[in-house]
């Protein structure tokens, strides 16, 4: 190619996403595939998003709010936060990038965990920042390592609180000393993707007290305990000053009309979010108690998904898998070479699961 590619973007790995479900069935052959690979809720949405999103319709000729009002009144309302402390986003990976871009000058540093949620690295090298990765500890986040490798370049410091792909988590405590340890001038993101599910409560939660601290931003997502994914919704709390700059540069109608009703809606159904949480920590049970009885190593878990060591190669367990329908994440590309990420399914899901994996493993 006779283009010039910016150096820091050839440098980008490719995201990896985990197959749709009809190029699985596609491939296969098969119908009815299972999948288990994205953390998506597998209960659908709150059914009263259907009905918004048709009455919506008749509107889909005109553009967006550019800010939607009622969502972020809501929001607001929830968190105790004005609404000039919102930013949404097309999906929380919008907020990462525009962080990156708002905030890293060319060489400019973002300290993350190794392995991270791979849009952290992604958003920073699209940014011409440079991404300082530090090691997990036992499946953990290093918060004194990430302490340690900021610098005087350093202008944001990631942290995902329960973290992808292990599951682990971070205490209030943990985090408060960890956030001492680091100047004023640096961005703390706290990515909250999976917070909803959470069961244990010293498990640090970055908007359940009224925001004290200006460096913090919470990212959160509708794609998950909500079942949003496929709309492309999600959102950040900050500091006023910090959502001014991702305001000034986000595109103007970056969430579709459709999103925002959907996300009104499915905030406000709590009994639909409710469910969803007991009934994912009753397959987060299932699972690990299966997985453990057939003799594979679960890591605990404070997510929708687990971390299990299958003790063989997890891309060819993966592969063969596949082949029965049910499709699984592979740690392989993270690190962890015998290890799948599953994220709870509906009864029938998880027992497909279980039942594929003692197949394809001979347990
Ligand atoms: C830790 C984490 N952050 C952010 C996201 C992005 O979510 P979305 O862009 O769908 O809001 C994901 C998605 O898997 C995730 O795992």
New binding site residues.
Partial sequence: MSFSVSESVKAIKPYEAGKPLSEVEREYGITNAVKLA??ENPFGCSPKVADAVLSQMPEMNRYPEPVPFTLCQKLAEKYHVEMENLVI??????I?ALLAHGFLDPGQEAVMPLP??L?YEICVKTAKGVPVMVPLKDYSTNLDGLAKAVTPETKLVFV?NP??PTGAWITKDEFLRFADQLPDNVLIVV?E??IEFVRDDSVYNSLAEPMADPRIVT?R????AYGL?GF???YGVMDKGVAEILNRIRQPFNVNSLAQVAARVALEDTNFLSKTISETHRGIDFLTRKFTDAGFEVVPTQANFLMVNVKTGSRDVCEKMLGKGVVVRSLASYGYDTFLRINAGTDQENQVCVDALISVTGK
């Fill in positions: 994205s953390n986003g097309n999906g929380s990976d919008d990462i991270s949620f849009m995902t973290f992808n990515d993707a999976y990212i997502t509708f794609s998950k994914a492309r919704i999600g």
